[in-house]
């Protein structure tokens, strides 16, 4: 078996996390807005050539 880390908008396309995220009132603006706070948080970290995954992307926090 293979595993990958999945981007921030993979896990969020994934249609068992949207389902997920209704059911416990959770909206995508929360998760990103949290997603983005852990990365500030974390400061600066070797990045490598590899595509943004989960806490690596940055967005703005809406709410």
Do not use: C, H, K, W
């Amino acid at each position: 078996m293979t595993s990958y880390d999945l981007t921030l908008d993979e896990m969020l396309s994934d249609p068992i996390v949207r389902r997920l995220m209704e059911r416990d009132g959770v909206a995508e603006a929360e998760v990103r807005g949290l997603s983005d706070y852990v990365r500030r948080r974390r400061g600066p970290q070797n990045r490598s050539p590899t595509p943004a995954r989960i806490g690596e992307e940055p967005r703005v926090f809406i709410g």
